[in-house]
């Protein structure tokens, strides 16, 4: 039976992307993702619940993200869901989940002129 791995996110930076080079010199962008979800109560209160996604991006796409993306940024995020698995200081195995995305789309709006840029990478081949 066949298995799908995608994950659709809009939602704002809580920070300005981080990046680094692995010791081969591909790039990878860092960020986290605010994805909130509002409803009505049944007594007609509104609520709010923020998720926080940690989002990952690499070659291209994470130059691209680290160079356009800021704090507050609005952006569709497109990926598929990996979970590392390390030990901390004591020796407990923890586990961290993320996005590793394959492609980004800037929702914030732009003037008239300005185009908004979508960008999308092939298949993730990344080093861990």
């Not at 004591?90 to 993320?98: D, L, P, Q, V």
């Amino acid at each position: 039976m066949p298995t799908l791995n995608r994950v659709q996110l809009i939602g704002r930076l809580g920070k300005d992307p981080e990046s680094r080079s692995t010791p081969t010199g591909k790039k990878v962008a860092h960020f986290s993702l605010a994805v909130s979800q509002r409803w009505k109560s049944a007594e007609g209160e509104s609520k709010e619940n923020t998720e926080w996604v940690n989002v990952e991006a690499w070659g291209r796409l994470g130059e691209v993200c680290q160079q356009y993306l800021h704090k507050g940024s609005l952006v569709f995020i497109e990926g598929r869901l990996k979970t590392d698995k390390y030990e901390d200081k004591s020796g407990e195995t923890k586990y961290y989940t993320k996005v590793v995305a394959l492609s980004m789309q800037m929702l914030d709006r732009k003037p008239e002129d300005e185009p908004v840029a979508t960008v999308e990478e092939g298949p993730a081949e990344y080093e861990a």
